[in-house]
């Protein structure tokens, strides 16, 4: 069974006349006749009555209308989505980030992403960078925001981030209205820092950053997430070397100051597989580079 053979049933069932359907379908009458015939052999049972008094449904014929018609609308929508995933107007996009990125303009550009794709659903995951290229590698994941300077054979990448690190300080620090400070003046305090496995090449570092300042942590406080660094800092047990942009986080307790003489930017990479042939995909970096995120 064939949908051409569900198209000319249907359009015979409407007219029930061979002339006046074949006309309407545009092809001649015997090639309508076959295909009834061929019809009918693949379902096993009379569609239609041929006498002289013209063209009938059969019961059968009756009982098949509105299952060839659900047929050949099923096989409509799915062309349709086809054609709408191939154009990238819908199916699913999935996008990997790490918390940092809310604070960078990340949800305007999904939102307004999300505008001109209604019909693509977008799959949001928090990762951290090395989770990342994991999933990245075993697809899946369709692009990540990694912040990490070594991207691996087979990807592409655009610079979309690049900010500095600013001391994070408890309120009640002594240095907490100042203007900017040295790193040498946090000699003797406790480090809260991301962990190297959520971000091996900035918790390196931001360690090294120290020892050039002569300041060796007496204490190091490894976390997962940048937020978690910010609420140990409010509470008052250490302080941290934090991307700029989680200024904009305006968590109690926590200040933000200006660090001097320190050139470590904060990158973040917008990351995709180079083999990944996928329209939304492509639509989603134009974006990105279109409308950019703040650095």
Not at 56 to 79: D, I, S
Request: proline share 5%.
């Amino acid at each position: 069974m064939e949908f051409r053979h569900l198209r000319y049933f249907l359009m015979l069932a409407e007219e029930l006349h061979f002339g006046r359907a074949a006309q309407r379908l545009s092809i001649s009458q015997p090639p309508l006749s076959l295909n009834i015939q061929q019809l009918e052999a693949s379902v096993g049972a009379r569609l239609f009555n041929r006498n002289s008094r013209g063209v009938q449904l059969t019961a059968a014929g009756l009982a098949f209308v509105p299952a060839a018609r659900a047929l050949l609308a099923q096989a409509g929508a799915a062309a349709q989505q086809a054609r709408d995933v191939a154009e990238g107007q819908s199916g699913q996009l999935s996008i990997g980030f790490a918390g940092t990125m809310l604070y960078c303009g990340l949800p305007q550009i999904l939102k307004r992403f999300q505008a001109s794709h209604p019909r693509l659903r977008l799959v949001l995951r928090e990762l951290s960078s090395a989770e990342q290229l994991s999933e990245l590698m075993r697809e899946r994941l369709d692009v990540g925001f990694v912040h990490t300077p070594r991207v691996p054979p087979g990807f592409e990448h655009i610079l979309v981030v690049s900010q500095p690190l600013v001391a994070c300080l408890p309120a009640s620090h002594p240095l907490a209205g100042a203007a900017s400070l040295g790193l040498e003046a946090l000699t003797g305090q406790d480090l809260v820092v991301v962990s190297r496995t959520v971000s091996a090449d900035y918790h390196e570092r931001i360690l090294l950053l120290c020892e050039q300042a002569g300041w060796m942590p007496p204490v190091v406080h490894e976390l997962r997430h940048w937020l978690s660094v910010l609420s140990l800092v409010s509470q008052g047990l250490g302080v941290a070397l934090v991307p700029q942009a989680l200024q904009q986080s305006a968590l109690a307790g926590a200040v933000f100051v200006p660090l001097r003489e320190v050139d470590v930017r904060y990158d973040t990479r917008c990351l995709w597989r180079s083999d990944r042939d996928q329209t939304a995909l492509k639509d989603f970096v134009l974006a990105v580079q279109g409308d950019g995120l703040r650095g």
